[in-house]
């Protein structure tokens, strides 16, 4: 009976150490170098990229907000007077990239 807790008390160190490390790496990807992947979903988000809002011309891409830096925009930005709502499909990590789907 004590082999057996042993045995599952090292079974539950080894795959909370391995969960650990996964999420670790996911949130602070300088810390293992992953920096061009997403292995989750929640990090990946339309956000508009060329500084006009989505009344006038936004135009939206599918980013990984770990390496997503938004434009800083200038005072007068010209945008093209087309609503463009955000866009209806997901936004979702496959493979390592952030996709719409």
Do not use: H
Not at 3 to 32: A, D, H, Q, R, T
Not at 71 to 82: D, R, S
């Amino acid at each position: 009976m004590e082999k057996m807790i042993e045995k599952f008390y090292f079974i539950s160190i080894v795959l909370s150490c391995l969960i650990l490390g996964f999420v670790l790496g996911s949130y602070s990807p300088g810390l293992f170098n992953f920096t061009k992947k997403c292995y989750f979903s929640f990090v990946c988000s339309w956000e508009i990229t060329n500084c006009c809002p989505e009344t006038a011309g936004a135009k939206w891409e599918c980013v990984n907000l770990k390496l997503f830096k938004r434009t800083e925009c200038p005072e007068a930005v010209i945008c093209p007077q087309v609503i463009s709502p955000k866009p209806s499909k997901d936004c979702v990590c496959i493979e390592g990239s952030c996709v719409a789907e």
